[in-house]
């Protein structure tokens, strides 16, 4: 089920970048929501780290090859960043401990009280200020997604926020994902218009 939504932001990129991945910032802004970040890449009892198949990763939280250098999920091998570079400079491994770069974890509750899902990511992309990619692996919400921040000017910019979910319960779930999408959308689009008045409101290092 792939959603798509986007709003323009009149903030610069760079703003716009800080308080989106300021994690536990979002609840301010994500109805219902309670974010936090979780720590980096998982570790097997050998100190190892792994995803969530259980292939080790290094300490980038990429996956690694029998020779231990690092691939891509194609089997391509990557820098020594754990991500693949663009011209532009790329992506980083940044600080996982705080959720921010490729391996660093992130979990989000949504709900009222004790009724709700826990939305458990892992961070497979990291190009600041333009582009987080996750890999939802929860057990409700599973998928990629992704924040894309693009500069129009220096101090407005466009927000997108994909996500291309797995519906749950099987056939169940996919059968009713014509209902279920609308309703996303519009959810993902509510956070947007909150999240565009909150950052004007509350720029970077602010509360």
């Not at 509750?109 to 200020?129: A, H, K, Q, Y």
């Not at 910019?157 to 999408?181: H, K, N, V």
């Amino acid at each position: 089920m792939r959603i798509v939504v986007t709003r323009e932001v009149d903030r610069s990129a760079e703003e716009v970048w800080a308080v989106l991945t300021d994690w536990e910032r979002q609840g301010d802004w994500m109805p219902a929501t309670t974010v936090r970040a979780s720590g980096g890449a998982q570790t097997d009892d050998s100190g190892a780290q792994t995803d969530d198949s259980g292939a080790q990763t290094d300490d980038s939280g990429a996956q690694t090859d029998d020779s231990g250098a690092q691939t891509d999920d194609s089997g391509a091998q990557t820098d020594d960043s754990g991500a693949q570079t663009d011209d532009g400079g790329g992506q980083g491994s940044g600080d996982q401990g705080n959720g921010q770069g490729v391996g660093g974890r992130i979990e989000a509750w949504t709900g009222i009280g004790r009724l709700g899902f826990l939305d458990t990511m892992v961070i497979t992309s990291w190009d600041p200020p333009r582009r987080c990619d996750v890999m939802h692996t929860g057990r409700i919400v599973r998928g990629p997604g992704s924040f894309i921040v693009t500069a129009l000017d220096p101090r407005r910019c466009r927000l997108t926020w994909e996500e291309d979910l797995e519906m749950p319960f099987g056939r169940i779930g996919r059968a009713t994902a014509w209902l279920i999408r609308p309703l996303a959308r519009a959810g993902l689009g509510i956070a947007l218009r909150r999240f565009s008045r909150y950052v004007r409101r509350n720029p970077p290092g602010g509360r």
